[in-house]
DNA sequence: GCTAGTTTGTTGATACGTCAGCAACACGTC
DNA sequence: GACGTGTTGCTGACGTATCAACAAACTAGC
């Protein structure tokens, strides 16, 4: 506990705006969003459904892929299915599973709000990066991600 | 709506990467202060409450710096004052105005927690980043926060 | 085939964030 | 000193996230 290494100011410098700069990001991801009618929540479960071939999800990959546990997965699904996004029924391969589709309806919200999304992620993201920087935030973005395995 | 310009490949490597970064990294985070029992939204308001002189802080201010609105942080505020982690009381120079002042508990919790949370951000963050890396990370995140005055 | 342990999905309780609306105050103008 | 306008903070309602507990179905080992 004596021997803390604070952070000196380029690096809190550092962590203070990139703190806030995930603020933005997110409010204003989520404002273009909202006006279609979708929460962020929403479009991470639309979007790996949409690109799903056939069937559909099952439940429990659906959670692998999102980074989700079972419980918001199972809530969230509810939620929507009673919206009328998407359907749930028993997984013929194993009995325990569930198998998420979308509907039509669900399918023109995604396709309907992925144009204005990718506009807003490069406005407000991409497009303020130059090549080199896209490079860097890619190798520190993965490494940073990966590193997540322990503790 | 036509001309949509899609991310290619690497930008979508780099978005995805930066998304899943961030959700790791939250996680690390909350997971260490809430072996101390607190919360990511209790810590970011303790923070300036520790460093501000004197009286604390107005709820006005306080809001202005973590960048909150008014609804949100009174919430917040009703649920530490019954912790017992901060106070709230009349300010004499406005009368529409609330003073919030750390309890000794309030301050007595800050600097519980604050070396396990600098060693979290270093070791999930901080320490995996080279000197040039900082220096563009730091570029890049004031960039894409001062944008989001537009739209 | 039985048992023990694991995986999968659901639920209810609780805490949190957002929104719309409200009341009290400040401050300028007339 | 009354009026209009903007500010400040609080509240109730609603949607969402998290946690613990549960039931059903699978799997491994015997």
Redesign the interface.
């Known amino acids: 506990?004596a021997g803390?290494?604070?952070?000196d100011d380029?690096?809190a410098?550092?962590?203070r705006?990139?703190y806030?700069?995930?603020?933005?990001?997110d409010?204003?991801i989520e404002r273009q969003l909202a006006d279609a009618g979708l929460s962020t929540a929403d479009y991470d479960l639309l979007v790996p459904l949409s690109e799903a071939p056939g069937d559909g999800l099952r439940a429990r990959d659906l959670a692998n892929h999102v980074?989700w546990d079972r419980s918001r997965l199972s809530h969230q699904l509810r939620r929507m299915e009673q919206r009328g996004l998407l359907t749930r029924r028993e997984c013929p391969s194993d009995a325990r599973g569930t198998l998420i589709t979308l509907t039509p309806a669900g399918r023109r919200a995604v396709e309907t709000a992925?144009?204005g999304h990718?506009?807003t992620?490069?406005?407000?993201?991409?497009d303020?990066?130059s090549p080199e920087?896209?490079?860097?935030?890619?190798a520190?973005?993965?490494?940073?991600?990966d590193?997540?395995t322990d503790?």
Chains 1, 2 share one sequence.
């Open positions: 506990m803390t290494r604070w952070l380029g690096e410098r550092m962590w705006a990139f806030e700069m995930r603020r933005h990001l409010k204003a980074g992925a144009p990718v506009e992620v490069r406005r407000h993201f991409v303020l990066l920087e896209i490079d860097t935030l890619t520190i973005s993965t490494r940073i991600r590193n997540a503790t």
